[in-house]
Protein backbone atom coordinates (compact mmCIF):
# COMPACT_ATOMS: atom_id res chain seq x y z
CA UNK A 1 0.00 0.00 0.00
CA UNK A 2 1.27 3.52 -1.39
CA UNK A 3 2.42 5.38 2.06
CA UNK A 4 1.94 9.00 2.31
CA UNK A 5 2.47 9.25 5.85
CA UNK A 6 5.88 11.19 5.35
CA UNK A 7 4.04 13.87 3.21
CA UNK A 8 3.63 16.90 5.64
CA UNK A 9 -0.10 18.84 4.34
CA UNK A 10 -0.86 22.18 3.27
CA UNK A 11 -4.23 22.09 5.03
CA UNK A 12 -5.39 24.83 1.94
CA UNK A 13 -8.85 25.66 3.74
CA UNK A 14 -9.63 25.70 7.71
CA UNK A 15 -10.69 27.71 10.16
CA UNK A 16 -8.73 28.54 13.54
CA UNK A 17 -9.94 26.50 16.70
CA UNK A 18 -12.15 27.79 19.94
CA UNK A 19 -9.71 28.85 22.60
CA UNK A 20 -12.19 27.33 25.04
CA UNK A 21 -12.22 23.60 24.27
CA UNK A 22 -13.78 22.09 27.23
CA UNK A 23 -17.22 20.98 26.63
CA UNK A 24 -19.84 18.28 26.81
CA UNK A 25 -20.99 15.82 24.25
CA UNK A 26 -24.09 18.03 23.22
CA UNK A 27 -21.65 20.72 21.99
CA UNK A 28 -18.86 18.01 20.80
CA UNK A 29 -21.83 16.71 18.25
CA UNK A 30 -22.94 20.12 17.49
CA UNK A 31 -19.52 20.74 15.33
CA UNK A 32 -20.18 17.59 13.23
CA UNK A 33 -23.19 18.16 11.18
CA UNK A 34 -24.00 21.40 9.31
CA UNK A 35 -28.07 21.48 10.34
CA UNK A 36 -28.45 23.96 13.05
CA UNK A 37 -31.69 21.89 14.27
CA UNK A 38 -31.32 20.49 18.04
CA UNK A 39 -32.75 17.39 16.90
CA UNK A 40 -30.67 16.97 14.55
CA UNK A 41 -27.81 17.17 16.95
CA UNK A 42 -29.09 14.96 20.10
CA UNK A 43 -31.14 12.22 17.63
CA UNK A 44 -29.11 11.71 14.70
CA UNK A 45 -25.27 13.01 14.82
CA UNK A 46 -24.38 9.71 16.81
CA UNK A 47 -25.97 7.60 14.24
CA UNK A 48 -23.41 9.12 11.30
CA UNK A 49 -20.83 6.75 10.08
CA UNK A 50 -18.42 10.02 10.06
CA UNK A 51 -19.29 10.37 13.65
CA UNK A 52 -18.83 6.39 14.71
CA UNK A 53 -15.34 6.95 12.86
CA UNK A 54 -14.33 10.02 14.71
CA UNK A 55 -15.29 8.60 18.32
CA UNK A 56 -13.28 5.39 17.12
CA UNK A 57 -10.52 6.95 16.10
CA UNK A 58 -10.27 9.59 19.05
CA UNK A 59 -10.29 6.74 21.42
CA UNK A 60 -7.63 5.05 20.07
CA UNK A 61 -5.79 8.52 19.98
CA UNK A 62 -6.39 9.42 23.31
CA UNK A 63 -6.20 5.69 24.60
CA UNK A 64 -9.69 5.29 26.09
CA UNK A 65 -12.57 3.62 25.70
CA UNK A 66 -14.83 3.87 22.66
CA UNK A 67 -17.81 6.07 23.88
CA UNK A 68 -18.38 9.35 23.54
CA UNK A 69 -18.51 10.12 27.21
CA UNK A 70 -14.71 8.69 27.45
CA UNK A 71 -13.52 10.58 24.53
CA UNK A 72 -14.67 13.86 26.20
CA UNK A 73 -13.54 13.14 29.42
CA UNK A 74 -9.91 12.17 27.84
CA UNK A 75 -9.92 15.97 26.19
CA UNK A 76 -11.57 17.69 28.98
CA UNK A 77 -8.26 16.48 30.88
CA UNK A 78 -6.02 18.42 28.65
CA UNK A 79 -5.78 22.22 28.43
CA UNK A 80 -6.53 23.57 25.06
CA UNK A 81 -3.29 24.46 24.34
CA UNK A 82 -2.18 20.80 25.13
CA UNK A 83 -4.90 19.56 23.13
CA UNK A 84 -4.13 21.70 19.68
CA UNK A 85 -0.50 21.01 20.30
CA UNK A 86 -1.19 17.07 20.59
CA UNK A 87 -3.42 17.56 17.81
CA UNK A 88 -2.12 19.50 15.30
CA UNK A 89 1.64 18.03 15.90
CA UNK A 90 0.15 14.18 15.29
CA UNK A 91 -1.37 15.51 12.22
CA UNK A 92 2.06 16.50 10.28
CA UNK A 93 0.78 19.94 8.90
CA UNK A 94 3.32 22.36 7.05
CA UNK A 95 0.73 25.25 6.46
CA UNK A 96 -2.82 25.96 7.86
CA UNK A 97 -4.45 28.51 5.10
CA UNK A 98 -7.31 29.73 7.98
CA UNK A 99 -9.88 31.36 7.34
CA UNK A 100 -10.08 33.70 10.25
CA UNK A 101 -13.71 35.68 9.27
CA UNK A 102 -15.46 32.37 10.81
CA UNK A 103 -15.36 31.53 13.74
CA UNK A 104 -15.27 35.29 15.32
CA UNK A 105 -11.97 36.16 15.80
CA UNK A 106 -12.59 37.17 19.65
CA UNK A 107 -13.30 33.32 21.04
CA UNK A 108 -10.38 31.29 18.88
CA UNK A 109 -6.92 31.06 18.76
CA UNK A 110 -5.40 33.40 16.62
CA UNK A 111 -3.14 32.42 13.75
CA UNK A 112 0.14 32.95 15.57
CA UNK A 113 -0.84 31.02 18.70
CA UNK A 114 -2.18 28.22 16.45
CA UNK A 115 1.55 28.35 14.39
CA UNK A 116 3.30 28.30 17.93
CA UNK A 117 1.33 25.34 19.28
CA UNK A 118 0.58 23.38 15.77
CA UNK A 119 4.39 23.66 15.10
CA UNK A 120 3.13 24.48 11.80
CA UNK A 121 2.92 27.41 9.71
CA UNK A 122 -0.32 29.62 9.14
CA UNK A 123 -1.43 31.73 6.54
CA UNK A 124 -4.68 33.70 6.21
CA UNK A 125 -7.35 34.71 3.61
CA UNK A 126 -9.20 37.50 3.51
CA UNK A 127 -12.94 36.95 3.20
CA UNK A 128 -14.95 39.76 0.54
CA UNK A 129 -18.24 39.51 2.16
CA UNK A 130 -17.56 40.33 5.68
CA UNK A 131 -15.56 43.29 4.48
CA UNK A 132 -18.50 44.00 2.67
CA UNK A 133 -20.94 43.82 5.31
CA UNK A 134 -18.59 45.85 7.71
CA UNK A 135 -18.13 48.78 4.83
CA UNK A 136 -21.77 49.11 4.59
CA UNK A 137 -22.64 49.26 8.52
CA UNK A 138 -19.46 51.76 8.80
CA UNK A 139 -20.39 54.36 5.82
CA UNK A 140 -23.42 56.06 4.50
CA UNK A 141 -21.48 56.82 1.29
CA UNK A 142 -21.69 54.67 -2.04
CA UNK A 143 -18.68 56.19 -3.03
CA UNK A 144 -16.86 56.11 0.11
CA UNK A 145 -17.97 52.26 0.23
CA UNK A 146 -16.06 51.57 -2.94
CA UNK A 147 -12.82 53.71 -1.96
CA UNK A 148 -12.59 51.68 0.83
CA UNK A 149 -13.37 48.44 0.01
CA UNK A 150 -10.69 49.38 -3.25
CA UNK A 151 -8.48 49.79 -0.72
CA UNK A 152 -9.03 46.76 1.13
CA UNK A 153 -8.01 44.97 -1.94
CA UNK A 154 -5.42 46.41 -3.29
CA UNK A 155 -1.84 45.41 -2.38
CA UNK A 156 -3.38 42.22 -0.57
CA UNK A 157 -0.14 40.55 0.04
CA UNK A 158 1.20 43.27 1.66
CA UNK A 159 -1.63 42.96 3.96
CA UNK A 160 -0.58 39.34 4.99
CA UNK A 161 -3.16 37.83 2.97
CA UNK A 162 -2.33 34.99 0.70
CA UNK A 163 -5.79 34.47 -0.93
CA UNK A 164 -9.03 36.33 -1.24
CA UNK A 165 -12.35 33.96 0.06
CA UNK A 166 -16.06 34.35 -1.54
CA UNK A 167 -18.85 33.30 0.34
CA UNK A 168 -21.38 34.64 -2.41
CA UNK A 169 -22.40 30.85 -2.83
CA UNK A 170 -24.38 31.92 1.02
CA UNK A 171 -25.28 34.84 -0.47
CA UNK A 172 -26.97 35.31 -3.69
CA UNK A 173 -25.41 32.67 -5.41
CA UNK A 174 -22.55 32.03 -7.74
CA UNK A 175 -24.05 33.62 -11.21
CA UNK A 176 -22.12 36.75 -10.39
CA UNK A 177 -23.77 39.40 -12.89
CA UNK A 178 -22.44 42.44 -14.12
CA UNK A 179 -24.25 45.29 -12.79
CA UNK A 180 -23.97 49.30 -13.85
CA UNK A 181 -22.62 51.63 -10.95
CA UNK A 182 -25.98 53.08 -10.84
CA UNK A 183 -27.93 49.68 -9.97
CA UNK A 184 -25.21 48.79 -7.32
CA UNK A 185 -25.80 52.12 -5.82
CA UNK A 186 -29.55 51.36 -5.04
CA UNK A 187 -29.02 48.03 -4.12
CA UNK A 188 -26.28 49.59 -1.38
CA UNK A 189 -29.34 52.03 0.04
CA UNK A 190 -31.46 49.32 0.54
CA UNK A 191 -28.38 47.39 2.02
CA UNK A 192 -27.88 50.45 4.55
CA UNK A 193 -31.40 50.83 5.57
CA UNK A 194 -31.59 47.09 6.59
CA UNK A 195 -27.97 47.68 8.50
CA UNK A 196 -29.22 50.84 10.24
CA UNK A 197 -33.12 48.80 11.20
CA UNK A 198 -31.79 45.31 11.42
CA UNK A 199 -29.91 43.70 14.36
CA UNK A 200 -28.19 41.55 13.11
CA UNK A 201 -27.92 43.06 9.36
CA UNK A 202 -26.62 40.12 6.90
CA UNK A 203 -25.29 41.33 3.47
CA UNK A 204 -27.32 39.85 0.59
CA UNK A 205 -28.04 42.68 -1.61
CA UNK A 206 -27.37 40.97 -5.20
CA UNK A 207 -25.90 44.01 -7.12
CA UNK A 208 -23.92 45.40 -4.31
CA UNK A 209 -22.35 42.21 -3.59
CA UNK A 210 -22.02 41.52 -7.66
CA UNK A 211 -20.16 44.82 -8.17
CA UNK A 212 -17.88 44.82 -5.32
CA UNK A 213 -16.82 41.17 -5.80
CA UNK A 214 -15.97 42.57 -9.62
CA UNK A 215 -13.68 45.26 -8.31
CA UNK A 216 -12.14 42.26 -6.49
CA UNK A 217 -11.55 40.16 -9.14
CA UNK A 218 -9.74 43.47 -11.04
CA UNK A 219 -7.59 44.01 -8.01
CA UNK A 220 -6.73 39.90 -7.59
CA UNK A 221 -6.19 39.46 -11.36
CA UNK A 222 -3.85 42.67 -11.14
CA UNK A 223 -2.06 41.29 -8.27
CA UNK A 224 -2.24 37.33 -9.39
CA UNK A 225 -3.63 36.64 -5.75
CA UNK A 226 -5.64 33.86 -5.72
CA UNK A 227 -9.62 33.43 -4.78
CA UNK A 228 -11.29 31.10 -3.18
CA UNK A 229 -15.26 30.46 -3.69
CA UNK A 230 -17.32 28.39 -1.44
CA UNK A 231 -19.10 26.05 -3.91
CA UNK A 232 -21.81 23.38 -3.50
CA UNK A 233 -22.47 21.56 0.61
CA UNK A 234 -22.83 24.18 3.39
CA UNK A 235 -25.68 24.80 5.81
CA UNK A 236 -28.69 25.34 4.86
CA UNK A 237 -28.45 29.07 4.81
CA UNK A 238 -26.84 28.34 1.60
CA UNK A 239 -29.15 27.33 -1.87
CA UNK A 240 -27.52 24.43 -2.79
CA UNK A 241 -29.20 25.36 -6.37
CA UNK A 242 -26.85 28.38 -6.59
CA UNK A 243 -24.00 26.84 -5.55
CA UNK A 244 -23.46 24.60 -8.66
CA UNK A 245 -19.74 25.77 -9.68
CA UNK A 246 -21.25 25.69 -13.48
CA UNK A 247 -22.69 28.86 -12.82
CA UNK A 248 -19.46 30.75 -12.32
CA UNK A 249 -19.44 30.60 -16.20
CA UNK A 250 -19.37 34.17 -17.16
CA UNK A 251 -16.11 34.84 -14.09
CA UNK A 252 -14.58 32.19 -15.61
CA UNK A 253 -15.00 33.27 -19.71
CA UNK A 254 -13.32 36.65 -18.71
CA UNK A 255 -10.17 37.17 -19.87
CA UNK A 256 -8.90 39.55 -17.86
CA UNK A 257 -9.57 37.32 -14.69
CA UNK A 258 -6.79 34.58 -16.02
CA UNK A 259 -4.04 35.90 -14.29
CA UNK A 260 -6.60 34.94 -10.81
CA UNK A 261 -6.46 31.56 -9.53
CA UNK A 262 -9.84 30.38 -8.73
CA UNK A 263 -10.20 27.64 -6.16
CA UNK A 264 -13.35 26.26 -6.37
CA UNK A 265 -13.74 24.59 -2.86
CA UNK A 266 -15.45 21.63 -0.69
CA UNK A 267 -15.26 19.76 -4.21
CA UNK A 268 -18.01 21.54 -5.08
CA UNK A 269 -20.48 18.55 -3.11
CA UNK A 270 -22.23 16.84 -4.44
CA UNK A 271 -21.09 18.76 -8.09
CA UNK A 272 -17.14 17.17 -7.58
CA UNK A 273 -17.63 16.36 -11.31
CA UNK A 274 -18.89 18.92 -12.57
CA UNK A 275 -15.88 21.28 -10.49
CA UNK A 276 -13.04 19.32 -11.51
CA UNK A 277 -14.29 19.52 -15.02
CA UNK A 278 -13.87 23.34 -14.63
CA UNK A 279 -10.43 23.10 -13.29
CA UNK A 280 -9.33 20.58 -16.40
CA UNK A 281 -11.00 23.17 -19.12
CA UNK A 282 -9.73 26.65 -17.56
CA UNK A 283 -6.07 27.17 -16.84
CA UNK A 284 -6.76 29.31 -14.10
CA UNK A 285 -9.46 27.26 -12.30
CA UNK A 286 -8.27 24.55 -9.18
CA UNK A 287 -10.11 21.95 -7.30
CA UNK A 288 -9.81 21.69 -3.52
CA UNK A 289 -10.66 17.87 -2.10
CA UNK A 290 -12.25 18.86 1.45
CA UNK A 291 -11.97 15.64 3.74
CA UNK A 292 -13.31 16.67 6.96
CA UNK A 293 -16.45 18.87 5.99
CA UNK A 294 -18.38 17.84 4.00
CA UNK A 295 -19.87 15.35 6.20
CA UNK A 296 -19.15 12.29 4.46
CA UNK A 297 -18.03 8.80 5.24
CA UNK A 298 -14.80 7.07 3.84
CA UNK A 299 -16.53 5.39 0.76
CA UNK A 300 -17.97 8.76 -0.41
CA UNK A 301 -14.61 10.34 0.35
CA UNK A 302 -12.98 7.62 -2.34
CA UNK A 303 -15.52 8.41 -4.59
CA UNK A 304 -15.10 11.89 -4.89
CA UNK A 305 -11.41 11.78 -4.90
CA UNK A 306 -11.50 9.18 -7.92
CA UNK A 307 -14.00 11.36 -9.78
CA UNK A 308 -11.79 14.43 -8.63
CA UNK A 309 -8.17 12.41 -10.26
CA UNK A 310 -9.96 10.67 -13.50
CA UNK A 311 -11.28 14.47 -14.45
CA UNK A 312 -9.21 16.92 -13.79
CA UNK A 313 -5.16 17.07 -13.90
CA UNK A 314 -3.63 16.52 -10.34
CA UNK A 315 -1.57 19.79 -10.59
CA UNK A 316 -4.99 21.15 -10.04
CA UNK A 317 -6.36 19.41 -6.59
CA UNK A 318 -5.22 20.84 -3.56
CA UNK A 319 -5.74 18.85 -0.09
CA UNK A 320 -7.98 20.88 2.82
CA UNK A 321 -9.60 19.52 6.18
CA UNK A 322 -11.84 22.83 6.64
CA UNK A 323 -11.31 21.63 10.04
CA UNK A 324 -13.38 24.50 12.23
CA UNK A 325 -14.22 25.01 15.99
CA UNK A 326 -12.11 21.99 17.42
CA UNK A 327 -8.68 20.63 16.27
CA UNK A 328 -9.93 16.91 16.40
CA UNK A 329 -11.34 18.17 12.60
CA UNK A 330 -7.82 19.25 11.56
CA UNK A 331 -6.23 15.99 12.46
CA UNK A 332 -8.96 13.61 10.85
CA UNK A 333 -8.73 16.06 7.45
CA UNK A 334 -4.79 15.07 7.16
CA UNK A 335 -5.36 11.22 8.20
CA UNK A 336 -7.99 10.85 5.84
CA UNK A 337 -6.77 12.55 3.36
CA UNK A 338 -3.64 11.22 2.87
CA UNK A 339 -5.36 6.98 3.48
CA UNK A 340 -8.48 7.88 1.12
CA UNK A 341 -5.68 9.15 -1.48
CA UNK A 342 -3.22 6.46 -1.07
CA UNK A 343 -6.05 3.92 -1.43
CA UNK A 344 -7.41 5.39 -4.43
CA UNK A 345 -4.10 5.86 -6.07
CA UNK A 346 -2.83 2.18 -5.21
CA UNK A 347 -6.62 0.85 -6.47
CA UNK A 348 -5.49 2.61 -10.25
CA UNK A 349 -2.05 1.43 -10.26
CA UNK A 350 -3.49 -1.95 -9.87
CA UNK A 351 -5.33 -0.85 -13.18
CA UNK A 352 -1.93 -0.02 -14.37
CA UNK A 353 -3.25 3.58 -14.92
CA UNK A 354 -0.27 4.24 -13.14
CA UNK A 355 2.91 3.00 -11.70
CA UNK A 356 4.21 3.91 -7.94
CA UNK A 357 6.81 6.46 -8.21
CA UNK A 358 4.24 8.46 -10.34
CA UNK A 359 1.24 7.74 -7.91
CA UNK A 360 3.91 9.07 -5.09
CA UNK A 361 4.31 12.17 -7.27
CA UNK A 362 1.15 13.20 -7.77
CA UNK A 363 -0.15 12.84 -3.93
CA UNK A 364 2.87 15.26 -2.77
CA UNK A 365 1.22 17.99 -5.76
CA UNK A 366 -2.16 17.66 -3.99
CA UNK A 367 -1.48 17.10 -0.64
CA UNK A 368 1.60 20.02 -0.54
CA UNK A 369 3.29 21.18 -3.82
CA UNK A 370 0.02 22.62 -5.40
CA UNK A 371 -0.50 25.02 -2.52
CA UNK A 372 2.33 26.50 -2.37
CA UNK A 373 2.47 27.59 -5.90
CA UNK A 374 -1.39 28.75 -6.26
CA UNK A 375 -0.88 30.87 -2.78
CA UNK A 376 2.66 31.87 -3.20
CA UNK A 377 3.54 30.65 -0.07
ZN1 LIG B 1 -14.62 26.71 5.35
Known sequence: MLDLTTIPVVDNHCHPVLVRQHMDVAEFRRYFTEAPDVSIVDQHVPHTIYYLWMIRQLAAFYGCERTEEAVLAA???MDADSLLSRLLSAAHIDTLVLDVAFPLPNVCYAPAQIQRLGGCRTATMLRLETLMQRLVVAHDNFDDVLTCFTDEVSNIREKGYCSLKSIVAYRTGLRIAEWSKDEAARSFTQARADALTQVTFRIAHKPLIDYLLHIAFTQAAQQHVAIQFHTGYGDNDTDMRLGNPL?????????????????????????????????????????????????VEKLEMLAFTRQALSVAPASKLLYSSDGINVPEMHWAGAIRGRSVLAQVLQEMIAVDELDEPEAFTLAQKILHDNAYAVYKL
Do not use: C, K, W
Open 75 to 77: RNS
Open 247 to 295: QLRDVLERRDYQTMPIVLLHESYPYTQLGAYLAAVYPHVYFDLSYTIPF
